[in-house]
């Protein structure tokens, strides 16, 4: 599972996520929770996946990618 959003990662709506993922889910996972966060749009209130820039799009399929090979 990948949690990508806007907000800070330490703190934000998907530290919360992953832990109650992990709280109810763990024994389903086949690998660990990655929490990436979209570094330009850190602190703003934008639409997600709109805002990705070709390299965050990039950082965010290395993290699928290592996922999948877990």
Known sequence: M???HEAPLTGGAGAEFAARIAEKAFDYLDAPIKRHRIDRYADAVLPAAR???????????AAARELLAY
Do not use: F, N, P, S
């Not at 805002?51 to 399929?61: D, H, P, S």
């Open 51 to 61: 805002g990705l820039r070709a390299a965050e799009q990039a950082k965010v399929l």
């Open 2 to 4: 990948i949690i990508l």
